[in-house]
């Protein structure tokens, strides 16, 4: 059973670009997180998904990001018009539903906004 | 906001065992209390996670006061690849969301 998988593993973009990073959740798994990992920081919570729903985008700002995770394929986190502060690690992670369950996390992609 | 608080950072002897504590004093009654850890900038690993009792498995250990209100968490036999950053973290009650703190950083030296 494969893992959480993540793409691209590191993504540059030049300002004003958009960047589009993907996630496919493990097999069976249908529930969501985006998170993102400015360098020398902590994990700082996006956005939960279930499929089709945003369940909660609380930590995503307000302009330029949106993320989905359609009935079929993965889920896409999407940054319009990127700036050199986006550049970071976004991580995702799934799980199955209910509160007693782990998520597991991808490997990330590292985006560099040139 | 993370509900937990933690060393910034610890040290342990190779082969020693090494206890990371966590105080979530405002921890609700069904909230789980999940442990992970991040290795260098790789995705964060589920170590193990727990409600009120004392929980095991082939990773680590983990202690849960009987108020709820620590825990601890217990790697055996420390090894240098257990040099991680470690997040204690209570899940929220509502939406399933980990939320994750500023961590202990675990230094295991040789």
């Known amino acids: 059973n494969a893992g959480v998988m993540q793409n691209p593993r590191h993504l540059v973009r030049r300002r004003g670009q958009e960047a589009r990073l993907r996630c496919s959740p493990m097999?069976?798994?249908?529930?969501v997180y985006w998170y993102r990992q400015l360098p020398e920081e902590g994990l700082k919570f996006m956005v939960y998904?279930?499929?089709?729903?945003?369940?909660?985008e609380s930590g995503m700002p307000k302009e330029r990001f949106s993320a989905e995770f359609p009935k079929e394929g993965p889920s896409i986190l999407r940054i319009q018009q990127v700036v050199r502060g986006d550049s970071a690690a976004y991580f995702c992670?799934?799980?199955?539903?209910?509160?007693?369950?782990?998520?597991?996390f991808g490997q990330g992609t590292r985006l560099t906004v040139v | 906001d993370a509900k937990t608080t933690q060393p910034t950072s610890m040290d342990c002897a190779e082969g020693r065992a090494a206890n990371l504590p966590c105080n979530h004093s405002?921890?609700?009654?069904?909230?789980?209390v999940y442990w992970y850890r991040q290795i260098h900038s790789q995705g964060p690993q589920y170590i193990i996670h727990?409600?009120?009792n004392n929980e095991t498995n082939e990773m680590a250990s983990l202690i849960i006061t009987e108020d709820r209100k620590s825990s601890t968490l217990i790697l055996p036999h420390a090894t240098l690849r257990d040099t991680a950053v470690y997040y204690c973290?209570?899940?929220?009650?509502?939406?399933?969301?980990?939320?994750f703190g500023t961590g202990t950083s675990l230094t295991v030296i040789p």
């Open positions: 998904l279930q499929k089709e729903n945003i369940i909660d």
């Open positions: 097999k069976g798994h249908s529930h």
């Open positions: 973290i209570v899940r929220v009650d509502t939406g399933n969301q980990f939320y």
């Open positions: 405002t921890i609700s009654g069904n909230e789980y």
């Open positions: 727990g409600l009120k």
């Open positions: 992670a799934s799980s199955l539903q209910g509160r007693n369950t782990e998520a597991f």
